[in-house]
C-alpha cells in the first residue's frame, strides 16, 4: 500500500500516521523528520537545510527528491508507505511518479483557526519526534516526554511568524497538488477536525487495508 498524506501544516498528518502505520503495516516516512533528524546529527544535508526549516521556507526540490528516492530505496519500503509531507510541489510529484505507483492521497482538510491553534500548541520530543498538543493531547507529566523522559520543545518553525509563512507557502506550492491527484482519481477527503481516533477511523473506512 502505497499512501500519500496531503494536507496543511498542523493537520494532523504526523499523528494519523503514527497510527495508520501500525493498521497497514508499512513505515512512515515524514521528509520533515528526515531533515530535523539531519539537522539534530549536524550532517552536511542537515547543515544545508537548517535555516530554511526556522524560517518555514521549502526545501529545493532537487535536494528533497534526491533524499525521499535514496529513503524509498530502503528495504522497509519495498512493502508500501506512507510519504507525509511530500510531495509539496508539482515537481516533486511528477518525480514521485517515477518512483512508485500510488494507490491514494490522503488529503486532510482543516479551517485555517484549527489549524494555527493546533500549530501553536504542538510540542514534541526532538529525539523520537513523539508530537503533543498543550490543550489537545497533553504529556503526562507537563513538558515532558511519556517515554523517554526528555524535555519537549516548541519547534522554531511553529512560533508565529513562521506560521504565518508555512500557512502562505501551502496555498501557494502545495495547494495545487490537490487538484492535480484529483484529476488522476487518487484523493481521499478526510475531515481532519475530528478527534485523533475518529480520523483514523474515518480513513480505515475509506482506504481498505
Ligand atoms: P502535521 O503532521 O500535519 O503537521 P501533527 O500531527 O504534528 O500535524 O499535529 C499538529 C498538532 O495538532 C500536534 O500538536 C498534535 O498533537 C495536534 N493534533 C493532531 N491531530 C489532532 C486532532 N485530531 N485533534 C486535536 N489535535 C490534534
Ligand atoms: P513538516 O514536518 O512536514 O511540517 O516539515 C517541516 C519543514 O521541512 C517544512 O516547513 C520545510 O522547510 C521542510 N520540508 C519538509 N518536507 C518538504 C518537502 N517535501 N519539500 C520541501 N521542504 C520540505
Do not use: W
Not at 42 to 61: F, H, R, Y
Amino acid at each position: 500500500m502505497n499512501l500519500v498524506f496531503l494536507g496543511p501544516p498542523g493537520a494532523g498528518k504526523g499523528t494519523i500516521a503514527a497510527l495508520a502505520k501500525d493498521y497497514y503495516q508499512i513505515p512512515h516516512i515524514s521528509t520533515g523528520d528526515l531533515f530535523r533528524s539531519n539537522i539534530k546529527n549536524e550532517t552536511e544535508l542537515g547543515k544545508q537545510v537548517k535555516s530554511i526549516l526556522a524560517s518555514g521556507g521549502l526545501v529545493p526540490d532537487e535536494v528533497t527528491i534526491a533524499m525521499v528516492r535514496n529513503r524509498l530505496e530502503e528495504k522497509d519500503a519495498a512493502r508500501g508507505f506512507i510519504l507525509d509531507g511530500f510531495p509539496r510541489t508539482i515537481p516533486q510529484a511528477d518525480a514521485l511518479e517515477g518512483m512508485a505507483k500510488l494507490d491514494a492521497v490522503v488529503n486532510f482538510v482543516l479551517a485555517d483557526e484549527e489549524i494555527i491553534k493546533r500549530l501553536s500548541g504542538r510540542r514534541i520530543c526532538k529525539s523520537t519526534g513523539r508530537t503533543y498538543h498543550v490543550v489537545f493531547n497533553p504529556p503526562k507529566k507537563e513538558g515532558i516526554d511519556d517515554e523517554t523522559g526528555e524535555p519537549l520543545i516548541q519547534r522554531d518553525d511553529d512560533k508565529p511568524e513562521a506560521i504565518k509563512h508555512r500557512l502562505e507557502v501551502y496555498a501557494a506550492s502545495t495547494e495545487p497538488l490537490i487538484d492535480y491527484y484529483r484529476k488522476k482519481g487518487l484523493i481521499v477527503d478526510l475531515d481532519a477536525s475530528k478527534s485523533p481516533e475518529e480520523v483514523m477511523r474515518q480513513l480505515a473506512s475509506l482506504v481498505k487495508a
